[in-house]
């Protein structure tokens, strides 16, 4: 009864049978992301952010640097001290006055030794020499280094093997950066080496853009959380856990509260809790966006007034994904089938985020050559899930098997996509392709992520 109730919307909606191109798909897409960029400063941004937020629900936040891996920087920093912050030797040597080689034939006397750490006031004196260990400050007087193996000792004379110049073996203040010069631009994914920067200019916390809250909704009568037992006709939910990961992975932050039936109205309230339980600033649903009678995702977005932005888009898989705003939120509605969801996640989902980090969504392309041949003629734009490797500078793309947009085993051996263009087709084996490297699109590549299926809004 209450389907009866919102079939009419849904047959409405159903009748437009018009494709979006991808490009224009994720250009409007981006085009909202952008828009609300702005977005937080009325506080309308998530309920929870960690870390030490800027303003109240902005897109600020500051985090220790232990923290900052898989993050994005927001504001540029600026060496707080130069590196290194003294002249000093760069290996195990002896340090002198370089002019005294050509005065003191006869060799160096060594008078002392400055160990790493240590801060000598004095240093060696005309025709002396001084033991210096690498990372120590260089002594005052001295203006070169040799290493010990350059050089030969007798008793506490040493010979110096080579020529010496002034300057040489000598790592100067600020040779690496200098006090106040930028260590990092905002938006940077910070991997190790920049945080090992931000740590040797003296910046214990960074200023990163928070996560991007992504609440994820699966719909589906069919659906059972994985690990309760299946029933006649039942599948587990997988796209809820395997969008989590993406979304991790993307640098955001998941939401996943749960299944819900393929009801308008149970969508519907599920949405409304959302929005007001999280706000979050993406949400995803996957499920019941197609043309049968119980795909009634987008009427459950419209009977909350949802302005719908596109729907069907000219790719396979996914096809059926659609768009809309739920007043200022964003929602991208995915197909159920788990590696549809996953295909419209990278070419749909991780723009969005990435733009709402302030990192440019760039995927690595590389041509290859197609192992085996792919598809028919097509007017929607196609991706293959693929093994792609590279041998002698030849990429190669392996299309798996288990293309259909229900099968996730292949994509579990796939790195990339080979990507077919809107009317190309078909492409025999050994020909140029282009084809993503999927490997590349993450942006955090590996932190654990927590569903809490225990939420009280997770119990639908
Ligand atoms: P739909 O998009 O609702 O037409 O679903 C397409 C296919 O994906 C159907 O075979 C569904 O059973 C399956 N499916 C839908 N949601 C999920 C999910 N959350 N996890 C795994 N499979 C799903
Ligand atoms: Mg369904």
Same mark, same amino acid.
């Given at each position: 009864?209450?389907?009866?109730?919102?079939?009419? $919307?849904?047959?409405?909606?159903?009748?437009?049978?018009?494709?979006?191109?991808?490009?224009?798909?994720?250009r409007?897409?981006?085009?909202?992301?952008r828009?609300? &960029?702005r977005?937080?400063? &009325?506080?309308?941004?998530?309920?929870?952010?960690?870390?030490k937020?800027?303003? *109240? @629900? =902005?897109?600020?936040?500051? /985090?220790? !640097?232990?923290?900052?891996?898989?993050?994005?920087?927001?504001r540029?920093?600026?060496?707080?001290?130069?590196?290194?912050?003294?002249?000093?030797?760069?290996?195990?040597?002896?340090a002198?006055?370089?002019?005294d080689?050509?005065?003191?034939?006869?060799?160096?006397?060594?008078?002392?030794?400055?160990?790493?750490?240590?801060?000598?006031?004095?240093?060696?004196g005309?025709?002396?020499?001084?033991?210096?260990?690498?990372?120590?400050? !260089?002594?005052? +007087?001295?203006?070169?280094v040799?290493?010990?193996?350059?050089?030969?000792?007798?008793?506490?004379? /040493?010979?110096?093997?080579?020529?010496?110049?002034?300057?040489?073996?000598?790592?100067?203040? =600020?040779?690496?950066?200098?006090?106040?010069? #930028?260590?990092l631009?905002a938006? /940077?994914?910070?991997r190790?080496?920049?945080i090992?920067l931000?740590?040797?200019g @003296?910046?214990?916390?960074?200023?990163v853009?928070?996560?991007?809250?992504?609440?994820? $909704?699966?719909?589906?009568?069919?659906?059972?959380?994985?690990?309760? *037992?299946?029933?006649?006709?039942?599948?587990?939910? %997988?796209n809820?856990?395997?969008?989590?990961?993406?979304? $991790?992975?993307?640098g955001?932050?998941?939401?996943?509260?749960?299944?819900?039936?393929?009801?308008?109205?149970?969508i519907?309230?599920?949405?409304?809790? !959302? !929005?007001? @339980?999280?706000?979050?600033?993406?949400?995803l649903?996957?499920?019941?966006?197609?043309?049968?009678?119980? &795909?009634?995702?987008?009427?459950?977005?419209?009977?909350?007034? +949802?302005?719908?932005?596109?729907?069907?888009?000219?790719?396979k898989?996914?096809?059926?994904?659609?768009?809309?705003?739920?007043?200022?939120?964003?929602?991208?509605?995915? %197909?159920?089938?788990p590696?549809?969801?996953?295909?419209?996640?990278?070419?749909?989902?991780?723009?969005?985020?990435?733009?709402?980090?302030? /990192?440019?969504?760039?995927?690595?392309?590389?041509?290859?050559? #197609?192992?085996?041949?792919?598809?028919? *003629?097509? %007017?929607?734009r196609?991706?293959?899930?693929a093994? #792609?490797?590279?041998?002698?500078?030849?990429?190669?793309?392996?299309?798996?098997? +288990?293309?259909? *947009?229900?099968?996730?085993?292949?994509?579990?051996?796939?790195?990339g996509?080979? $990507?077919?263009?809107? =009317?190309?087709?078909?492409?025999?084996?050994?020909?140029p392709?282009?084809?993503?490297l999927?490997?590349?699109?993450?942006? &955090? @590549?590996?932190?654990?992520?927590?569903v809490?299926?225990?939420?009280?809004?997770?119990?639908?």
């Amino acid at each position: 009864m209450v389907r009866e109730a919102y079939g009419e $919307v849904v047959h409405q909606l159903n009748n437009s049978q018009h494709l979006i191109s991808v490009d224009e798909a994720r250009r409007t897409i981006l085009a909202q992301v952008r828009g609300n &960029d702005r977005e937080g400063e &009325d506080g309308t941004g998530p309920t929870n952010p960690s870390g030490k937020a800027g303003k *109240p @629900g =902005g897109r600020e936040e500051q /985090v220790e !640097l232990l923290e900052a891996r898989g993050r994005v920087s927001i504001r540029p920093v600026f060496a707080a001290g130069a590196a290194p912050p003294f002249d000093r030797s760069p290996l195990d040597g002896y340090a002198f006055t370089a002019a005294d080689l050509a005065l003191y034939p006869d060799g160096l006397k060594v008078t002392g030794e400055v160990a790493a750490g240590a801060a000598p006031e004095s240093g060696p004196g005309h025709g002396e020499a001084w033991r210096v260990a690498t990372g120590a400050p !260089l002594p005052p +007087g001295c203006d070169a280094v040799v290493r010990f193996e350059d050089t030969e000792s007798r008793g506490d004379i /040493v010979h110096v093997r080579v020529p010496v110049h002034s300057g040489d073996n000598v790592a100067r203040r =600020g040779e690496d950066f200098a006090v106040g010069s #930028l260590l990092l631009p905002a938006g /940077v994914v910070i991997r190790a080496q920049h945080i090992g920067l931000l740590a040797a200019g @003296g910046h214990p916390q960074v200023w990163v853009c928070r996560k991007p809250c992504v609440a994820i $909704v699966s719909t589906g009568d069919e659906l059972v959380e994985t690990g309760r *037992p299946l029933g006649p006709g039942q599948i587990w939910n %997988s796209n809820r856990f395997a969008l989590a990961a993406a979304i $991790v992975e993307a640098g955001g932050r998941p939401v996943t509260l749960g299944t819900c039936p393929d009801s308008a109205p149970a969508i519907a309230k599920s949405l409304r809790r !959302l !929005l007001v @339980g999280y706000r979050p600033d993406l949400i995803l649903t996957t499920g019941g966006a197609s043309v049968g009678e119980r &795909d009634v995702c987008r009427a459950a977005v419209a009977e909350l007034g +949802g302005r719908e932005l596109f729907w069907r888009v000219a790719m396979k898989p996914g096809t059926p994904a659609f768009a809309a705003l739920l007043g200022p939120r964003l929602l991208i509605g995915l %197909s159920g089938n788990p590696a549809a969801a996953l295909t419209t996640f990278d070419v749909l989902v991780r723009p969005a985020l990435a733009a709402f980090l302030g /990192v440019k969504w760039r995927p690595s392309v590389v041509r290859a050559i #197609l192992v085996n041949g792919v598809g028919k *003629p097509s %007017s929607l734009r196609r991706y293959y899930r693929a093994l #792609l490797t590279c041998s002698g500078g030849q990429w190669r793309a392996d299309v798996l098997p +288990g293309q259909s *947009p229900g099968a996730l085993s292949g994509m579990a051996r796939a790195n990339g996509l080979v $990507v077919v263009p809107e =009317g190309k087709g078909p492409i025999q084996s050994g020909e140029p392709v282009e084809a993503w490297l999927t490997t590349d699109l993450t942006i &955090d @590549g590996g932190e654990t992520f927590a569903v809490d299926p225990t939420h009280p809004l997770a119990s639908w």
